[in-house]
């Protein structure tokens, strides 16, 4: 069974900081792009920023600056430095990556499959 795992959310003052990681494990051939989005009370869910298995970084406007996204694809992990929040960045954030599953290869080959985290919270409050 394939699993995404956050975790790093808590509570922060504004002008603070949070490092969300997000863990892939299960039977994965590979992993391709791999992202962070939200969700506010009420709101759509929001891509934030996204990495490219080569490390190609993009970023919404609203954390551009604030917001880093990176991977360690030796330990299927995607992480998301949060600097400089501000109580609109409260969401709940997930985790998000196209992978390979072995079982479905065939040929050397597979479908890619998009996969999402169970979500954590990050709330920025004083």
């Known amino acids: 069974q394939v699993q995404l795992v956050e975790s790093g959310g808590g509570l922060v003052q504004p002008g603070g900081s949070l490092r969300l990681s997000c863990a892939a494990s299960?039977?994965?051939?590979?992993?391709?792009?791999m992202g962070w989005y939200r969700q506010a009370p009420e709101k759509q869910r929001e891509l934030v920023a996204g990495i490219s298995s080569g490390g190609s970084t993009s970023y919404a406007d609203f954390v551009k600056g604030r917001f880093t996204i990176s991977r360690d694809n030796a330990k299927k992990t995607v992480y998301l430095q949060m600097n400089s929040l501000k109580p609109e960045d409260t969401a709940v954030y997930y985790c998000n990556a196209d992978l390979v599953l072995l079982g479905d290869l065939f040929g050397g080959r597979g479908p890619v499959q998009k996969y999402w985290g169970q979500g954590t919270q990050v709330t920025v409050s004083s």
């Open positions: 299960g039977s994965i051939f590979s992993i391709h792009a």
